[in-house]
């Protein structure tokens, strides 16, 4: 079975460099499943979204808080602002911020940022989601 | 003349020194090792981004586009400068070579104003003595930086240069080579110059988003990584120039403990030898 080359860098580390057989990525206009083969395609991504990726059968996830994609027939490469493992994430602190970053993006005031407080909260829920 | 004790006394206090400047050696190593971890770490973001903006580009100005902020060159008539130094010293020259370069990057643009924004207490206490323009200042954040710190250093250079209120960006720093060497880094980050040879690959890509729109996303991150980067290899630099000034520092205290002992051996001698004398005539006048 041919596999694809996933590539996650974030700016402190490199989170996964192996091979993988099926990728889903949350870039800005909705998620994009690639296989091996896939069009050369270059993307933004959401500012917060859920990274999946089946290596040997298992499946795995990532949260990403805003990027770049690249994809190649045989490669694809993530260019992550920031990522965390859905395994390195603590639940409860992550449903906390969550609850704060709801909160924040109700309450409407001219001295926020809603922009800033809308990616805040895909980035939370997106913690929540590779935590679950 | 000083005696024997003045003498103790005086190898006694540097061998404490020596002991200290061991122990900081020591120290630094430690540390460089961690630094320069950590500098291998940041690269594969940092090569990536370069490839993709190679790549952006080019297709973004063949594409008819309207002139984006970023991308259009101004003569640089207002220079933002980021200098990142250490925030102590012990580190030989790492500092003053620093300094000399910024004072040489005046000289370079003349008729430009320059504005700093300057990392590292050293740097500041240099800048704030002398005219000069600072914009912000950072201190205590070269601990252990964080790439939440450079995106914080960078937010203003990034507002600013976007507004049109600055033309240039430049970062200036120590960039790490080995443990014995390091090399100064002037770097134009604004607007965005790409090396020669990384002519981007022909690639027929589906652009989700039009390339310029991309772009305009990638840049500010661009400065971030630069600021980022130049933060690794500063510490990293830092404490391999803290190392080597405190080697130094330890084979000199050797040198002077070394000198000390033969002088008191002298001063022993003739003291031992002056006794004698005064026995020997002493009992020949006895006699």
């Known amino acids: ?132 | 003349m000083p005696s024997l004790i003045d003498f103790r006394r005086r190898i006694r206090s540097v061998k404490n020194t020596q002991q200290i400047t061991k122990a900081m050696k020591m120290v630094s190593a430690a540390k460089l090792r961690r630094a320069q971890e950590r500098v291998i770490a940041a690269r594969p973001y940092a090569k990536t981004m370069r490839e993709l903006l190679a790549n952006l580009s080019s297709a973004a100005a063949s594409a008819e586009s309207a002139e984006s902020p970023w991308l259009s060159r101004r003569e640089p008539k207002r220079i933002d400068l980021i200098m990142i130094s250490s925030d102590t010293g012990l580190a030989g020259a790492f500092n003053s070579n620093l300094l000399k370069a910024a004072l040489k990057f005046y000289d370079d643009h003349p008729g430009a104003e320059i504005f700093l924004t300057l990392v590292g207490r050293k740097g500041r206490d240099f800048f704030r003595k002398r005219p000069s323009n600072i914009i912000a200042d950072y201190i205590n954040v070269l601990n252990r930086p964080t790439y939440a710190d450079a995106a914080g250093i960078a937010k203003e250079v990034i507002r600013r240069f976007r507004d049109g209120e600055t033309d240039a960006v430049h970062v200036l720093n120590n960039e790490f080579k080995s443990v014995m060497s390091s090399r100064l880094s002037v770097q134009q980050v604004l607007p965005l110059e790409l090396e020669e040879g990384s002519a981007p690959v022909a690639q027929d890509y589906i652009y989700e988003q039009e390339p310029v729109a991309m772009l305009e996303q990638l840049i500010p991150r661009y400065v971030e990584v630069a600021v980022f980067r130049a933060m690794l290899e500063t510490v990293a630099s830092y404490q391999a120039a803290r190392m080597t000034a405190m080697d130094t520092a330890s084979s000199n205290a050797k040198d002077v403990i070394e000198a000390l002992t033969l002088h008191m051996n002298r001063v022993r001698q003739a003291a031992i030898t002056k006794e004698i004398i005064e026995v020997v005539s002493g009992a020949a006048a006895a006699e």
């Open chain 1, 1 to 132: 079975m041919s596999t694809l080359h996933l590539q996650v860098v974030g700016p402190e580390r490199m989170l996964v460099d192996e091979q993988v057989s099926e990728v889903q990525i949350p870039a800005n206009d909705g998620y994009i499943g690639v296989l091996p083969g896939h069009a050369a395609l270059l993307s933004a991504l959401k500012p917060g979204g859920v990274l999946t990726y089946v290596i040997a059968g298992q499946t795995r996830k990532l949260a990403l808080y805003g990027g770049f994609v690249e994809v190649l027939a045989t490669s694809a490469r993530v260019l992550a602002d920031g990522a965390e493992f859905g395994s390195e994430i603590n639940k409860e602190k992550a449903q906390a911020r969550l609850a704060v970053a709801a909160k924040a993006a109700d309450h409407i005031s001219p001295d926020t940022d809603q922009q800033a407080a809308q990616d805040e909260l895909l980035r939370a829920q997106a913690a929540v989601e590779a935590a679950a």
